[in-house]
Each structure stands twice: as structure tokens, then as C-alpha cells.
């Protein structure tokens, strides 16, 4: 048969190793070269060995034949999973003549350490050095002699702060393990494979540890966040070939030091002192006779879980487009991308030479770097040169936004081959292409990647360079669509989430940020701007979009069903302070950002209880909670209808009269009949007044696009989309933006910079118009019946200035595409992919729609074609009127 069955996943991962879910969900994808190829069963084995398998025995688990064509979301239904236990699977499939396909290739995952009786390991850090203001990163280590052949050795590492693991002088693992969490609750465990690294005979393994979001700097809120200093935690099991287990485990037995790494934090920099560095220390036979006895900490009292984000990984390397040498003799250099990591330095000079690489988003007037903006953080990089031979730097546990980079210090004469930066973000694959004929669009959906490539690190940050880095639910929620389009999320969401529930008030409101990091007990933005509140409108109301959100992308209900009780919280919780259903003007941000434009507080609170309640009644839906799916629904339709009586008159009239207004509450469904359409006509009205430009801040301008286009307004959408003058997405890029910008008025003609207290040039909230761009302009949509994209709704809507699109998604069953374009005499040709497993229903924009070449009665906008797996072709005639 055709089907072949590929690309196996467990947790949304490739052979994942020390996951602690009892119940891990499988994937895999079908290649086919048919037509309409669809899976009608599955077969699932799941052996405690490779031979077992081999043998197609499934003695943890043989699902039988099952009668589905499911390839996403399968639990794990067999024996009790154990503590690092490895498990192997494969999958055969059955197509729609019953055939069966052949076995695919093994997959595999490993459990971690399910039971915290099961860590011998002490937390060990090192003891503060008096009269230091900035410590050096402790550096640890262990000598230990392994007897016998290696079967297998697995390292279980973590850290109250950040480590860098080293085995036999090898690094192990990626940039800032363990990620950010509310430390007071929770600290992710990440495990690795070290057998290849381990020899019979003598070892060492040690970690560099750094301060990171536990007692570095975080954002506004200062630095000792949740501790002093940081400690480390690591377990190595090793499994001899004779049957013998040992456990190699931090304890005082441990040595360590200072170092090199004379201070590292997150907001204030790095200083690297080469003269210092300890050559062989994570080696065997190394001195550490001088070296000092650790702290240990007497214990942890939150959790341990197993890694659940992505990790962060360097995923580019860029090279300057150009340089220049400054009157001081400094080098000033463009990386050509505003961008997120650090820079790496080549250089000769003498010993005790300092090089200081200073990083800026913009560049003032006279050609200096603009560092207004950053507050009080220090995007600066110190090294002292040992002097031996050429030497180069990067750093290890800080990381910087920035375009240009000034080099202080270098001695010599500098060039384009000196530096190159580094870009770094959680590692989500690309899922997303999109292209038109407009340059412009096209600049526009680059920015809107390089935001979120700038600001998913760990947790999605509302800003790279300023000392902020924090990350703001309301934010996240407007973006997540566009983000899970761009890039695979499933995982750094599922985590965002923990971060959320972790900060979730007693009385079920959610906060404004996540991880708390102590934003409730210090109330530092209450004493200083008065704005402090635990449940802003659009900012909490994340811990009901996003679950949602996943559901839509990646078919996962079980998110659903583990936050279920929290998102119940947080919507009685709303109920419970309100003024019969309307959420009273209280302190919050509002309509963040938007230009010109007031949006009563009050208002938008009212709409976005409404659209919480709407989504958790489709969510108890979905899970099957019939009871609840009635009593949501029901109360949002009172919601709605408070809503119309507080703040709509009988005219269309919403109270504010801003777009946010309108736009919100057209999108959440506030709005009824006549209402609704005089409502429709308002919103345009104000846009047409304003020269069609917008007015919208971070939670009106994700709606305001889609909005406007399932109202009939298609074509003052894509007059806003390619807007060129001020306020508009286009007027940053006209002035060299390469990322989406904080404030639509970050930097103007007449005005220069805004508030230097205030103004990121990259922040991804304003490119929320992203999912616009996939949903409608390209068409891609997913079916709520049938989630992930197993059905994908093909809506392409041509328009505005735009005469060609293609777009991409690469969903779990595969990559689903469509590519259109427009002549001027009206013809339009749509070529539309399905992936192998998934179906499509495709509506055609125009009369006369033929499908690869033969008329479809009755097809277009109304109807749709439903097709299945495969390429086809679509073509029909658009009239000068429009879609």
C-alpha cells in the first residue's frame, strides 16, 4: 500500500528522554502519494526492549486494532510506566481498503525519576564573598572512578538558578537550564544521556553556575527575587554491563571555586576574566586539592518536574553588514536585524587588555548608540585578555537585544570578521512561511518572526533589552494564535501555562505576569504607578485564550482538562466582582498603547469576561461537561446582554466610541441585529476619519483586522494592512524597522523617540496581526470540530494592493499549504495542499470555480469543496467589485 507511517513523536517531541507523565500522548505522521489518503485504524506496541519490539511484541502496551483515524493526542494506555524505564513504539496503520501498512521505524522515550524519594542528591552552591557587590559564578566539580564496562549513564541535573553541565571537559545540555519558573514552587529537572561521555576508569563532571532569574535581576523587581545565591542539583546513574548501578550525586563530597566568570546577570552583563580561567577543572587527574568544601542546602520544598519547554539554543549566526570607527576609536557595527542573544568577539592583544561589547537597539542622532531606553539595564559584555595567541569571547549566562554593538577597547584594527551575533530563543521549530507580491507585507511578517524569535526565551517576554524581560499574560494571549502559526509552541505554552496556574491568587484571579517573581508580594508597580491589580482585563483572561488556543493548533484537550478548575476560578472569580455582569473601572492598563484613543476600562473588562465565559463553555463542551457547556453559555449570552444595556445604544453607539471598542465587541459576539450593523458602520466611520489609519493598542489590534473582515470590510482591512503613513505597521518599516515595535510611536519624524521609560523596538504584542495574515489573507484555518488541522477550513481572501500570497502550516499530520494568485483581468488560480491523514474544506473566492480543471456546481464563498489529502488546483473569475 501507499502509506507509509513517519515522523514519531511522544509529547510533541523526537525520542524524548526523562518525562514524568504517567500517560505520555503519541504522534506520528502518514506519507502518501495518493489522493484522499486517510488512516481507518491503528495499531500501537509499546515493548520494554528493542528486541521485544523487533519481535512485534507489545508487552507494555498493544493497543489492538483500533477503528480511528486519530495520529495526534494517543494516550498511553498500557502497564504502569516505572522511574527511568525506556520505552520502545512503533505504529501500523490501516488505510480506507483495510490495507495495512508496513511497521514504522522504533521510536523511543525514557521516564525520569518519578519519585522524589529517588534524589540522594544535596543542592550545593558556594558561599558568598564578602564586600562583593556582583558574585563570580561558582564553578563545581567531581572527581569519581567508574570499574567496569558502561551499559548506560543518564545525568538528572537542575539548578536554583542557571548551570552549564560539563562532563569529562564536554559540555552537556543547552543555554539557561533549568529555565525560568516561580523557583518558590517549581524547578524543572532536564535529563541527558551521558554514556558516550563516561569511560571505564577515571571521570570528572562538573556544572558553571549563574544567577539567572533565581537571585539575578529580574526585570524592574531587582535582583535575590527568590534567593541568596545559586545552587545546583545533579544525579548520574550509571548501569554497568554486569548488572551493577551507581550514583554519582552532588554532596560536600563536591569541591568548588571561583573562576573566570567574575559576575554574569541577566539585565546587567557579563565580566570575563580569561587570566583566571581554570584549564582541565572539568577534566580527570585536575587539582582541586585548593579548591573549597560546598554549601548544601538543607532542601527544596517545591517541586521537581520534569523539563517541560523547549530548550534555548543558539539558532543563528549572524554577520555585521557594516562597521565604523568612532572619534573615541571605538568600532561601531550593524548587525542589519534587530536581534536577541549576545555577540562573540575574535581578538590578539596583551595580557590584561579589557574589550567591552556594548549592545543598543538604535542609534542616536549623532551616530552613538541609544541606550535611553534600557533603564537600568547594562547590555554590556566585559573581557580581560590572557594574551596568548588570538583569543574569543561569548557569554555564558546573560543575553542582550540589539542591532548595533559598539567595541570598546580592541586593540588593533577591527573589520566585519572581528564579531558575529548570536541569535538565541527557545528552540520552537518553524511551523509558518508567508509570502506575497508586496515587499512591505513581506518585511512586515519577517518583523512579526524576529519579535517572537526575540521574546520567546524560556517565558514570552514583553521585551528584550530594558530591565523588564518579564512575562506579561496579556501579551502572550493577543499573540498566541499568530505565535502558534510561526513556530511549534505546543511545549513553550504548556509551560507558560504551569507559570500561570503557579501564579494563580487564592481567589482564582490570574496575574499580569508569569512567573510571579514575586510581583504580588513586592506590589512595586502598585507604589510606584498605581496600576498594581492581579486580574487585568485581556492579561488574566490568558489562562482561558491560551489552553483554547492550543486546542485549536495541536488538537490538545488535555490541556483543557488539567486547568479546567483554574480557568472556572478565574471566570466565577470575575463574576464575583462585578456590578450586575458589568466589571467596574478599576485599576488596569486598558487598551494598552493604543494612539489616540481612550477605551473605557470598563467596557473592555465587560467584553473580555464575556469572551473568557464563551471560550469556557465551548471548552466544557468539548471535554464532554454538558452541564457546565449550558450554564457558561448561558451566562455569557447575560453577559452580552449587560454588556448591550450598560454601554450600547440603540443607535450602534458603544460607549468610549474607540475602535477597541467596537472591534471587541464585534469579535465577541456582544452584539445582535440592527445593533450590530450600525455598530459595523461605526467602526469604519472612525477608521475613515482617521485617514483610514488605526487607533488600537495591544488588545484591540489583534481583533481589529478580523473583525472588519467577517463584518464585510474586507478591503479597509487591507487598506489598514499596507498603510504607510503614521500610526500603521508599514510607517516603522518604512523608517527600518526589522521587528515590531512597542508603540506605534516609538520613533517619529517630528517627535524622534517616545518616552525613553517606555519604548521597546521589539516587542512582538502589535504583530498579533500575523494570524490575520495565515486566517485570512492566506486562508488557513483550523476546524473547531476537528482540531489541529486534521480539517482545515481553505478561505483565501484576496485583496487591497495584493495580487499573489502563499502560505504554509506545518500542522502534526503534515504541512498544509495554499498558494494564490490574482491577474488583473480577474482570473484567480488557488493551488491548496492537505497533508496525508488531514482533509480540507475549501471555499473559492468569484464565479465560476473549476477544480483542476473541471466546474464545481455551486461552489465559492457559500459552499465549500471538501477534498482530502494531495495538491489541487482551483481557479474561478473575481469581478472588479470584489470578493
Given at each position: 500500500m501507499s502509506l507509509r507511517v513517519v515522523h514519531l513523536k511522544t509529547e510533541y517531541v523526537v525520542n524524548p528522554l526523562g518525562l514524568d507523565e504517567k500517560k505520555p500522548r503519541l504522534f506520528w505522521r502518514l506519507d502518501s502519494t495518493e489522493r484522499g489518503a486517510a488512516q481507518s485504524a491503528y495499531r500501537v506496541l509499546v515493548a520494554s526492549s528493542r528486541e521485544a519490539l523487533d519481535r512485534h511484541e507489545g508487552d507494555q502496551w498493544d493497543s489492538g486494532k483500533v477503528a480511528s483515524s486519530s495520529q495526534i493526542q494517543i494516550e498511553y494506555d498500557g502497564k504502569p510506566l516505572v522511574s527511568e524505564g525506556c520505552y520502545y513504539w512503533k505504529v501500523q496503520v490501516w488505510d480506507g481498503a483495510d490495507r495495512p501498512s508496513d511497521w514504522s521505524e522504533t521510536a523511543f522515550w525514557t521516564m525520569g525519576l518519578l519519585d522524589r524519594g529517588e534524589w540522594k542528591a544535596g543542592w550545593i552552591g558556594r558561599k558568598t564573598e564578602a564586600n562583593v557587590q556582583m558574585q563570580p559564578s561558582p564553578y563545581v566539580r567531581k572527581s569519581f572512578a567508574v570499574e567496569g564496562k558502561i551499559q548506560r549513564a543518564t545525568a538528572y541535573a537542575t539548578a536554583l538558578g542557571l548551570y552549564e553541565l560539563r562532563v569529562n571537559g564536554e559540555k552537556v545540555g543547552d543555554l539557561f537550564a533549568p529555565g525560568f519558573t516561580d523557583y518558590d514552587k517549581r524547578v524543572q529537572v532536564q535529563t541527558y544521556d551521558v554514556t558516550r561521555l563516561l569511560t571505564e576508569g577515571d571521570n570528572a563532571v562538573g556544572a558553571v553556575l549563574g544567577d539567572g532569574w533565581y537571585c539575578g535581576t529580574v526585570g524592574f523587581l531587582g535582583d535575590k527575587v527568590y534567593g541568596e545565591r545559586p545552587f545546583f542539583l545533579l544525579q548520574i546513574h550509571i548501569e554497568l554491563a554486569d548488572g551493577t548501578k551507581r550514583i554519582v550525586a552532588t554532596d560536600s563530597s563536591w569541591r568548588t571555586n571561583r573562576g573566570p566568570l567574575q559576575y554574569s546577570d541577566m539585565i546587567k552583563g557579563e565580566a570575563y576574566d580569561a587570566r583566571l580561567e581554570l584549564d582541565g577543572w572539568d577534566r580527570p587527574g585536575f587539582d582541586d586539592s585548593g579548591w573549597e568544601q560546598p554549601d548544601?542546602?538543607?532542601?527544596?520544598?517545591?517541586?521537581?518536574?520534569?523539563?517541560?519547554?523547549?530548550?534555548?539554543?543558539?539558532?543563528?549566526?549572524?554577520?555585521?553588514?557594516?562597521?565604523?570607527?568612532?572619534?573615541?576609536?571605538?568600532?561601531?557595527?550593524?548587525?542589519?536585524?534587530?536581534?536577541?542573544?549576545?555577540?562573540?568577539?575574535?581578538?590578539?592583544?596583551?595580557?590584561?587588555?579589557?574589550?567591552?561589547?556594548?549592545?543598543?537597539?538604535?542609534?542616536?542622532?549623532?551616530?552613538?548608540?541609544?541606550?535611553?531606553?534600557?533603564?537600568?539595564?547594562?547590555?554590556?559584555?566585559?573581557?580581560?585578555?590572557?594574551?596568548?595567541?588570538?583569543?574569543?569571547?561569548?557569554?555564558?549566562?546573560?543575553?542582550?537585544?540589539?542591532?548595533?554593538?559598539?567595541?570598546?577597547?580592541?586593540?588593533?584594527?577591527?573589520?566585519?570578521?572581528?564579531?558575529?551575533?548570536?541569535?538565541?530563543?527557545?528552540?520552537?521549530?518553524?511551523?509558518?512561511?508567508?509570502?506575497?507580491?508586496?515587499?512591505?507585507?513581506?518585511?512586515?511578517?519577517?518583523?512579526?518572526?524576529?519579535?517572537?524569535?526575540?521574546?520567546?526565551?524560556?517565558?514570552?517576554?514583553?521585551?528584550?533589552?530594558?530591565?523588564?524581560?518579564?512575562?506579561?499574560?496579556?501579551?502572550?494571549?493577543?499573540?498566541?494564535?499568530?505565535?502558534?502559526?510561526?513556530?511549534?509552541?505546543?511545549?513553550?505554552?504548556?509551560?507558560?501555562?504551569?507559570?500561570?496556574?503557579?501564579?494563580?491568587?487564592?481567589?482564582?484571579?490570574?496575574?499580569?505576569?508569569?512567573?510571579?517573581?514575586?510581583?504580588?508580594?513586592?506590589?512595586?508597580?502598585?507604589?510606584?504607578?498605581?496600576?498594581?491589580?492581579?486580574?487585568?482585563?485581556?492579561?488574566?483572561?490568558?489562562?482561558?485564550?491560551?489552553?483554547?488556543?492550543?486546542?485549536?493548533?495541536?488538537?490538545?484537550?488535555?490541556?483543557?482538562?488539567?486547568?479546567?478548575?483554574?480557568?472556572?476560578?478565574?471566570?466565577?472569580?470575575?463574576?464575583?466582582?462585578?456590578?450586575?455582569?458589568?466589571?467596574?473601572?478599576?485599576?488596569?492598563?486598558?487598551?494598552?498603547?493604543?494612539?489616540?484613543?481612550?477605551?473605557?476600562?470598563?467596557?473592555?473588562?465587560?467584553?473580555?469576561?464575556?469572551?473568557?465565559?464563551?471560550?469556557?463553555?465551548?471548552?466544557?463542551?468539548?471535554?464532554?461537561r454538558t452541564e457546565d457547556e449550558a450554564h457558561y453559555d448561558a451566562l455569557f449570552r447575560d453577559i452580552a446582554a449587560a454588556f448591550r444595556r450598560a454601554f450600547v445604544d440603540e443607535e450602534g453607539r458603544i460607549h468610549g466610541e474607540t475602535q477597541t471598542v467596537y472591534v471587541l465587541a464585534l469579535q465577541f459576539e456582544l452584539l445582535e441585529g440592527r445593533v450590530r450593523e450600525l455598530a459595523i458602520a461605526r467602526l469604519v466611520d472612525n477608521i475613515r476619519a482617521r485617514g483610514n489609519r488605526l487607533s488600537t493598542g495591544f488588545l484591540g489590534v489583534g481583533y481589529l483586522l478580523p473583525s472588519l473582515t467577517d463584518n464585510g470590510q474586507l478591503d479597509v482591512a487591507y487598506t489598514l494592512l499596507t498603510q504607510e503613513a503614521f500610526p500603521s505597521w508599514m510607517y516603522s518599516i518604512k523608517h527600518g524597522a526589522t521587528t515590531i515595535w512597542e508603540r506605534w510611536d516609538g520613533w517619529t519624524e517630528h517627535n524622534g523617540f517616545q518616552t525613553p521609560s517606555m519604548n521597546s523596538f521589539n516587542h512582538y504584542s502589535l504583530g498579533s496581526v500575523g494570524e490575520w495574515m495565515f486566517r485570512y489573507m492566506a486562508g488557513l484555518e483550523a476546524d473547531p470540530a476537528q482540531p489541529g488541522f486534521r480539517r482545515a477550513i481553505v478561505r483565501p481572501l484576496p485583496g487591497g494592493r495584493l495580487t499573489e500570497a502563499k502560505a504554509e502550516y506545518e500542522s502534526l499530520y503534515g504541512v498544509l499549504s495554499t498558494d494564490w494568485k490574482l491577474s488583473p483581468d480577474g482570473r484567480f488560480r488557488l493551488n491548496v495542499r492537505v497533508p496525508a491523514g488531514a482533509t480540507a474544506a475549501v471555499f473559492v473566492p468569484g464565479a465560476d470555480v473549476r477544480m483542476d480543471g473541471q466546474p464545481v456546481s455551486g461552489a465559492g464563498m457559500s459552499l465549500a469543496i471538501e477534498i482530502g489529502s494531495g495538491e489541487y488546483v482551483f481557479e474561478s473569475h473575481i469581478s472588479s467589485t470584489g470578493v
Open positions: 548544601v542546602r538543607p532542601g527544596y520544598n517545591g517541586l521537581l518536574t520534569a523539563s517541560i519547554e523547549p530548550p534555548v539554543r543558539i539558532t543563528e549566526t549572524l554577520k555585521p553588514i557594516s562597521v565604523r570607527r568612532t572619534e573615541s576609536g571605538s568600532y561601531i557595527y550593524d548587525m542589519g536585524q534587530n536581534m536577541v542573544g549576545w555577540t562573540e568577539v575574535k581578538v590578539r592583544g596583551e595580557r590584561g587588555r579589557k574589550v567591552t561589547l556594548s549592545h543598543a537597539e538604535m542609534l542616536n542622532p549623532d551616530g552613538s548608540l541609544y541606550l535611553d531606553n534600557l533603564r537600568v539595564a547594562v547590555q554590556q559584555d566585559h573581557y580581560v585578555l590572557k594574551g596568548e595567541g588570538e583569543e574569543s569571547y561569548e557569554p555564558r549566562f546573560t543575553f542582550h537585544g540589539f542591532r548595533y554593538v559598539e567595541l570598546i577597547g580592541y586593540p588593533g584594527e577591527a573589520d566585519l570578521e572581528t564579531i558575529v551575533g548570536k541569535v538565541i530563543h527557545s528552540d520552537t521549530p518553524r511551523t509558518g512561511r508567508l509570502q506575497t507580491n508586496d515587499e512591505m507585507v513581506n518585511k512586515l511578517y519577517s518583523n512579526i518572526v524576529w519579535g517572537q524569535r526575540g521574546n520567546f526565551l524560556s517565558v514570552p517576554t514583553d521585551c528584550p533589552q530594558r530591565d523588564e524581560r518579564l512575562g506579561w499574560t496579556g501579551d502572550a494571549q493577543i499573540f498566541a494564535r499568530t505565535a502558534s502559526y510561526n513556530m511549534d509552541v505546543s511545549r513553550f505554552f504548556t509551560k507558560f501555562m504551569w507559570d500561570m496556574i503557579d501564579a494563580q491568587q487564592p481567589s482564582g484571579a490570574f496575574t499580569d505576569v508569569a512567573p510571579d517573581a514575586g510581583w504580588i508580594r513586592h506590589k512595586m508597580w502598585s507604589t510606584r504607578l498605581n496600576w498594581f491589580a492581579p486580574d487585568n482585563a485581556g492579561w488574566g483572561d490568558a489562562g482561558v485564550v491560551i489552553p483554547w488556543t492550543l486546542y485549536l493548533m495541536y488538537g490538545d484537550t488535555r490541556i483543557l482538562d488539567t486547568h479546567y478548575e483554574a480557568m472556572v476560578r478565574w471566570v466565577e472569580y470575575l463574576k464575583a466582582n462585578t456590578n450586575e455582569l458589568v466589571r467596574p473601572d478599576y485599576a488596569n492598563y486598558g487598551d494598552w498603547l493604543s494612539i489616540d484613543a481612550d477605551t473605557p476600562k470598563e467596557v473592555l473588562a465587560t467584553a473580555y469576561f464575556a469572551y473568557s465565559t464563551k471560550l469556557l463553555s465551548r471548552i466544557a463542551g468539548v471535554l464532554g
